[in-house]
């Protein structure tokens, strides 16, 4: 049996995929990664699966009733078509819908993470798509860290540079003395890069700077979200007290006079109306530790301790994604460069702040200095958008205003939906509330390579490959790899290339050469080649012809910074080198924010209680906290039916940690299945009973496939475990209005009735008629 070894990438690593007869049999991860993703372990029995869509579907009602919002999407069997009747059938619709409602009536904010590819990008294909339509309605900033995009440049004037340009993980392996970590820096987290990863080297700085002596804190509901090597001191506070926290600290800095005046002074503006607001003197009492205390369950006397450690050390203060995905999510960003500035080690070899770490596995990778190729999308003339987070708002209140960022706007009136390799049944919250937003819109499209639930929420379902089935380039801006990606096996069934399908869209509809440009798919990997091969001579490097890249399959890279220090030019000179925001100084009060006059976003960084903690009176009934976090064995949703992702589920559910005091209370024990409520929703979960989590908190990742019970009811229990029925569906704030859906409180009983069996992967009900 002949073997081949045929290079690829993927957002969680670049691998060589081993094929023999004609079939993916194995993945070897590429040769020169220290730390490969155990997610590699997924790919191999997703590729022929039978959640696959091997052929063109439309739904049943759909067909017969035409276009209009429908609350039975979800829930009604599926026609299958030919490509000829599916092409025809939605080239007529986008034409209905453009020439009565213009770009303005098209949401093309697809929200996809489908392929590393830099040509087959789900999202910029469908982009450049209904760009030449009429543009479209966009999605802005993420659901990963909307609050931060927004509140950053008010802060320190720049989202992509304290991102793409942090302190670099080999400057911290050698000079960071002590790590304070709020939401810790979770390796499985840094197996995935948008793009690709060549190389994992999170777990390695991380043993070098602990071998060496650095010290680490680790502030957290959950034990493990440092590896255990860095003996980190657990803080193990209450969800939600973050904030306290931090301002407890600065209170004992400014207290004991540990700030460093001369920094905050030259580099930053409004430290003395944030003082007065520590001291009490403005909203609120004192932020003591003693009060931090209360709401954290943090001892007093060790925050006194750490801030006085923070202050003797060169101190790196990293605040992880999951603090920002909460109520008033705003906060603890804008407090975590507050404190970084009252320490004045900004823009020292190991010291400042981090967002991030631990959420990404390339921040804290020096950016190459030429980025790699990517698609053009073309210009959108529609100017309307929403944050990504407010989808299901926009779809149940077109016409209603908005805040965001000092704007008014206003939810446009959507009337097709058309989204492209992603999964909103993992990143939105409050299924049951996304559903019925779902049932609005006259035509929802989707292309898909698995039944996902959003696929079974469409109307047009079109089969795409999976990224083995097509060549394309894969590489990231901060990773030293460009990575030929090249065909492992033929598509499965009908599938094809969302290029392949837009092209034949498109000249259905007029804009075939415009968005084609008279290239195939290998002529445009050429082209694109080509064109950064042009951008690395005029840096003055050198990279192969594409055919000899083609070949090799693999390409290193030079120019990236390994020495990069955040802001360490604007440490050296503020005022030749100035930051972005209207002081050319680090904000610490913001007179732009505060002339918005939002009361869920004041003009510096405050305590703003959640409505669902353990503090909160909600709790009397709903005792828990829940983590909904990102998963530890697959990247969101993707690749769910894979064998890494399956191997982690109890009896065939999402696993959910309890302490073991919240299980002995309930009568849980270990591989129990478990119903977790509360007024929003339920699901079933497979129960883990383990120390790493606090008492009073259960964790349960999002990622799941959402299994209703009863897939026409919006309200059913989710049987598989996907968190995302019980989480809510709220801005942080007027400022950013991103998703909060990091936190919920719930309920969990032991669950004593009939096993519902998972249906989450078996293709939706088919109707065979007599259609072309």
Not at 67 to 77: I, L, V, W
Not at 160 to 173: C, G, K, P, Q
Not at 639 to 647: E, I
Request: aromatic content about 8%; some cysteine.
């Amino acid at each position: 049996m002949a073997r081949a070894f045929v290079p690829h990438s993927s957002h969680w690593g670049a691998f060589e995929a081993e094929v023999a007869d004609g079939t993916v049999v194995g993945i070897r991860p590429y040769r020169h990664d220290p730390d490969p993703s155990p997610l590699l372990g997924n790919i191999v029995d997703s590729l022929r699966h039978p959640a696959r869509v091997t052929q063109p579907m439309i739904r049943a009602g759909w067909l017969d009733r035409g276009p209009g919002g429908d609350p039975r999407r979800g829930s009604e069997p599926f026609v299958p078509v030919s490509w000829t009747t599916a092409l025809d059938t939605l080239a007529h619709e986008l034409g209905r819908v453009y020439e009565r409602h213009g770009g303005a009536g098209v949401y093309g904010g697809s929200y996809g993470w489908s392929s590393a590819g830099r040509f087959h990008h789900a999202q910029s294909q469908l982009h450049r798509f209904l760009n030449c339509l009429g543009g479209y309605v966009r999605g802005e900033h993420t659901y990963s860290n909307g609050a931060q995009s927004v509140i950053m440049p008010h802060v320190v004037g720049s989202m992509r540079e304290f991102l793409d340009r942090a302190t670099a993980w080999s400057v911290l392996e050698r000079h960071t003395e002590l790590f304070v970590c709020f939401g810790g820096i979770p390796i499985k987290n840094t197996m995935v890069s948008p793009g690709g990863a060549s190389r994992h080297p999170a777990r390695d700085h991380l043993r070098a700077a602990r071998e060496r002596g650095a010290e680490f804190v680790l502030l957290s509901p959950m034990r493990d979200d440092l590896p255990g090597f860095v003996t980190a001191q657990w803080l193990a506070l209450v969800p939600g007290s973050d904030v306290a926290v931090m301002l407890a600290l600065a209170y004992t800095l400014l207290h004991e006079n540990l700030h460093d005046r001369a920094f905050l002074a030259r580099y930053t503006v409004g430290f003395d109306r944030f003082a007065r607001y520590l001291r009490g003197e403005t909203v609120g009492g004192p932020k003591t530790p003693e009060w931090a205390a209360r709401l954290s369950q943090v001892p007093a006397e060790s925050l006194r301790a750490l801030a006085r450690r923070m202050a003797a050390k060169r101190t790196l203060i990293n605040v992880n994604y999951s603090l920002q995905r909460v109520e008033h999510g705003e906060q603890a960003p804008w407090l975590a460069v507050t404190l970084a500035a009252m320490l004045g080690q900004i823009g020292l070899p190991g010291g400042g702040f981090g967002q991030g770490y631990g959420s990404l596995g390339y921040i804290g990778r020096a950016p190459l200095r030429v980025g790699p190729p990517t698609l053009p999308q073309g210009r959108n003339p529609v100017g309307a958008f929403i944050p990504f987070a407010r989808v299901a708002d926009m779809l149940l209140h077109p016409g209603e205003p908005f805040d965001f960022d000092g704007q008014r706007l206003t939810y446009p009136d959507i009337r097709l939906v058309y989204w492209c390799g992603g999964n909103p049944f993992h990143h939105h919250q409050h299924l049951a509330r996304l559903r019925a937003a779902l049932a609005r819109p006259e035509t929802i499209v989707v292309h898909e390579a698995f039944w996902t639930p959003m696929a079974r929420h469409a109307d047009i379902v079109l089969p795409a490959t999976m990224t083995l089935e097509r060549n394309d380039i894969g590489g990231s801006p901060n990773d030293a790899c460009l990575v030929a990606m090249r065909q492992a096996v033929p598509p499965w069934g009908e599938a094809r290339s969302d290029f392949a399908i837009f092209a034949d869209l498109a000249a259905r509809l007029g804009a075939g050469e415009r968005f084609t440009e008279g290239r195939d798919e290998m002529q445009w990997l050429r082209h694109l080649y080509e064109g950064w091969r042009t951008r690395v001579a005029d840096d003055g490097e050198t990279a192969p012809p594409f055919e000899e890249f083609w070949a090799a399959g693999f390409l290193d890279l030079s120019g990236a910074d390994e020495d990069l220090v955040l802001l360490k030019q604007f440490r050296a000179d503020p005022e030749g080198a100035p930051l972005g925001t209207p002081s050319g100084k680090i904000e610490i009060f913001s007179a732009t924010i505060d002339g918005f006059g939002y009361a869920d976003c004041p003009g510096h960084p405050t305590w703003l209680e959640p409505a669902e903690w353990l503090g909160a009176p909600l709790a009397e009934r709903f005792p828990l906290h829940l983590i909904a976090n990102n998963p530890t064995s697959r990247l969101h949703s993707q690749l769910d039916v894979g064998a890494y992702s399956q191997s982690t589920k109890v009896r065939g559910r999402e696993p959910i940690r309890l302490h073991p005091a919240d299980a002995a209370a309930r009568g849980v024990r270990s591989g129990d299945v478990v119903r977790v409520f509360n007024d929003r929703g339920s699901c079933l979960a497979g129960a883990v009973v383990s120390n790493a989590v606090r008492p009073g908190v259960v964790q349960l990742s999002t990622g799941a496939w959402y299994d209703p019970l009863d897939p026409a009811d919006p309200e059913a229990m989710c049987v598989h475990g996907n968190p995302n029925v019980l989480t809510f569906d709220r801005g942080t704030s007027r400022l950013a209005q991103a998703c909060s859906g990091q936190h919920a409180l719930v309920q969990v009983e032991r669950w004593t009735g009939p096993l519902p069996p998972i249906r989450a992967y078996d293709p939706p009900a088919v109707e065979r008629r007599p259609l072309a």
